[in-house]
């Protein structure tokens, strides 16, 4: 190989490896106030777990390739016409839905999913027990939110799709330009998601000291010594 082909393929190397050090983290970690991104509207009641990821796709081994199955029987079933599939949606990270999303069987694999796709919070009417406790697991704040303002929030991105929102858990709001919509976060879940304390394996890991002289002190994991 040439000296300029190795040049060549150093800078590339270089180039990759500086985008991987400045991408933005796959997974929350710690406190969380705010949520911002674009917004994606999936209407419709009653959204059950199975629609979000089909049953055959629990067979897998790890939630890593998720993100791409979710939603999958639907988008088939729309042929490309499914909010999931339109290229104006594909970088949004916030999911507008209406009353009683995530229904169903209790499966973690659909706030996976829907983390995986990139949707990293979820405004709804109402939605399932369940399904709301697994997101909270994972750090996806789920707000609720009047049907009068969803209409209004869904009229707003219809008639311009690349509006930028925050949705900020401190003030419980969702925020756009000079317009904002009150939102409503179950008090638990608002303390977890602005202490940290949803986020168990980061806070396993601050707590090792302590994890580790509790360990050394239990006779049956040290021989009764």
Request: net charge neutral.
């Amino acid at each position: 190989m040439c000296d300029r082909c190795q040049k060549t393929l150093l800078l590339k190397a270089l180039l990759t490896n500086l985008k991987l050090m400045n991408k933005v983290p796959l997974f929350p970690t710690g406190p969380i106030h705010k949520v911002e991104g674009t917004c994606i509207y999936l209407t419709g009641n009653d959204i059950d777990t199975d629609r979000i990821i089909p049953a055959r796709f629990l067979k897998c081994i790890s939630f890593d390739d998720l993100g791409k199955s979710v939603f999958a029987d639907d988008r088939i079933e729309q042929k490309g016409l499914h909010p999931f599939d339109q290229i104006k949606n594909q970088k949004s990270s916030i999911l507008l839905v209406d009353k009683n999303f995530g229904c169903g069987s209790s499966r973690e694999h659909a706030p996976q999913a829907l983390m995986r796709w990139g949707i990293r919070a979820i405004i709804g009417q109402s939605f399932a027990e369940i399904f709301y406790g697994n997101c909270l697991s994972i750090g996806i704040p789920c707000a609720s939110i009047s049907e009068s303002c969803i209409k209004s929030l869904t009229k707003a991105i219809e008639f311009k799709p690349e509006l930028l929102f925050t949705l900020d858990i401190d003030l419980e709001q969702i925020i756009c330009e000079h317009q904002s919509w009150p939102l409503k976060i179950e008090l638990g879940m608002r303390e977890m998601l602005l202490s940290g304390k949803w986020d168990a394996t980061t806070n396993l890991l601050q707590e090792k000291e302590q994890i580790n002289r509790i360990k050394n002190s239990i006779p049956y994991i040290n021989d009764f010594n």
